[in-house]
């Protein structure tokens, strides 16, 4: 019996071994696998990371882009992709008395003039005064307005371009300078003439692209001269190759037309007494840019109106209209608007400065075509020069 109970002893202490001995070889191979797999796991991360494989990472940073510093705008400000042009004219596109200049490039504004069957019209301008309405209206009035006189300031510069060949030859297109012209010495002063010219002319009128607006800016010299010479070697070639389009044959055919304030009728002679100039620009103009006109005639009858101009280039001359239409005339302030088609071209003689275009000019026809209203609506009637009464 106690040999019995020895021997089931033992074998309870051996199997109890055995299970022990299992269990503990079985957690060392789980040990072992779980880490293998840490080490595979690290691994495959550490080739991601080391080989840039790390696509959650990567999308994040395109979707969240780093901010700049300051100074790293400051230098893309120089080499910012052009602007979408804007669509300011949008107004006037189906305006029957307006024409629009499309820009040849992104770096420059499209303008627009005022017409007259579908010339341009220069002299005394369509107001679309909104007389007695809105605030609505008078903002609209206000837009058009500054378009009407942007445009006649892009008309005028592009033409002044066009013929600043002997000025341009000495631009210094790696300098910039503010000077105005003053320089004795010649070619300084063709390169300060034609420098005032791009900063006061071009760069209020026509820039749209940052490449254009940003030529005399810079928040130091250095940008300053990135900006200006990426102006001049990317930027002007267009601008003067644009120039180029306007005044073909160096002529350009336009009405102009003058505003006539009625006075004292003449019922002897049945009609208004009005006096009509030739000198076209007139002495009072505004920016940097004047112009200056000389009649030359080429009719018989421009030849005699020539003869008979006053001091002040002017003539003064009937308007026949009948008694009737003068009264109501009188009694509602009304103006009459005289309009003349002239063709105007450029002398030939040599530049003295990029501050006065000079023009000369005849008329195309001897009618004079008489409206009672700004738009060129409402005509009332035509008279011809080769028929005028002169005041004497």
């Known amino acids: 019996m106690k040999d019995s109970f020895v021997l089931t002893l033992i074998i309870a202490f051996f199997l109890l071994g055995n299970v022990q001995n299992t269990q503990a070889q079985f957690l060392k191979k789980l040990q072992k696998k779980i880490e293998q797999k840490v080490e595979q796991k690290a691994d495959e991360k550490t080739d991601e990371l080391l080989n840039g494989k790390d696509k959650k990472t990567i999308k994040s940073k395109e979707e969240n882009p780093t901010t700049k510093t300051p100074s790293e705008n400051k230098t893309q400000k120089t080499v910012e992709p052009v602007q979408k042009k804007s669509k300011n004219n949008k107004d006037f596109s189906k305006d029957p008395s307006i024409i629009t200049y499309a820009s040849p490039s992104e770096h420059f504004n499209d303008f627009v003039l005022l017409t007259h069957k579908g010339t341009p019209r220069f002299g005394d301008l369509n107001l679309y005064n909104p007389a007695n309405k809105g605030y609505a209206e008078e903002k609209e009035y206000h837009k058009k307005m500054k ?80 900006n200006y010479r990426n102006f001049t070697k990317e930027v002007l070639p267009d601008l003067l190759k644009w120039s180029k389009t306007f005044f073909k044959e160096d002529s350009q055919i336009i009405y102009y037309v003058s505003r006539v304030t ?22 009072r103009q505004s920016g940097n840019l004047k112009l200056e006109s000389h009649f030359e005639p080429k009719a018989q009858y421009e030849s005699t109106i020539n003869d008979n101009l006053g001091p002040y280039k002017n003539i003064q001359f009937l308007i026949p209209i009948d008694v009737a239409v003068a009264e109501s005339f009188q009694k509602n302030k009304n103006m009459l608007y005289l309009v003349r088609k002239i063709k105007l071209s450029i002398p030939s003689e040599p530049r003295e400065n990029l501050s006065l275009l000079k023009f000369s000019y005849y008329h195309e026809s001897p009618i004079i075509d008489i409206y009672q209203d700004a738009a060129l609506t409402q005509k009332i009637t035509s008279i011809s020069f080769e028929e005028l009464i002169l005041k004497k």
């Open 147 to 226: 378009l009407i006189n942007t445009g006649f300031q892009c008309f005028k510069s592009l033409v002044n371009l066009k013929y600043s060949d002997t000025f341009m030859k000495n631009l210094d297109t790696e300098k910039p300078t503010t000077n105005r012209p003053s320089s004795s010495d010649q070619k300084t002063r063709n390169n300060e003439e034609v420098q005032h010219m791009l900063r006061n002319m071009v760069a209020p009128n026509f820039c749209n692209s940052d490449a254009c607006k940003n030529m005399y800016l810079g928040d130091n010299e250095f940008e300053l001269l990135r």
């Open 262 to 283: 009625p006075r004292s009728y003449d019922f002897e002679k049945k009609g208004f007494w009005g006096s009509l100039s030739f000198n076209l620009f007139g002495p």
